[in-house]
């Protein structure tokens, strides 16, 4: 069997401190997103590019923090973060997620707010809580 993706980047990297998804999983959240990319994000504190790694392309992010698995707050908060690089309907999107934020456990959200979102996230976020 051919290796898993966390099995190529882990040797590429020569670390296991990344997290690898795609952002089709911004789908699961419900809010309206239906793309589907054929990209894999690695988000990681060594690489910053796209790579070719055998029969695919991963695109590496430095980013100073990360969790080590997606949770439904870390992809709200994600999507948020790189809405400009989306092919779906911004404006849908942002009312879509605007509705949905209070079905998110508010601790967990907070959370990860703090730990991963940029400043124009966590001040939309703060806006649309307290109006």
């Known amino acids: 069997m051919p290796p898993t993706d966390k099995q190529v980047v882990r040797g590429f990297l020569r670390d296991k401190d990344f997290l690898v998804f795609s952002p089709s999983s911004y789908n699961t959240l419900g809010l309206g997103t239906t793309q589907l990319y054929n990209s ?63 079905s998110f456990n508010p601790r967990r959200l907070q959370q990860a707010l703090d730990s991963y979102g940029n400043m124009a996230t966590r001040k939309r976020v703060r806006d649309w809580v307290g109006g």
């Open 40 to 102: 894999t994000l690695v988000y990681n504190h060594k690489r910053h590019g796209v790579f070719r790694l055998g029969n695919r392309a991963f695109n590496f992010r430095v980013k100073p923090r990360f969790p080590k698995k997606l949770t439904s707050e870390f992809l709200y908060v994600d999507l948020l973060n790189n809405l400009e690089e989306l092919a779906e309907d911004r404006d849908a999107v942002l009312s879509q997620a605007h509705n949905k934020l209070m």
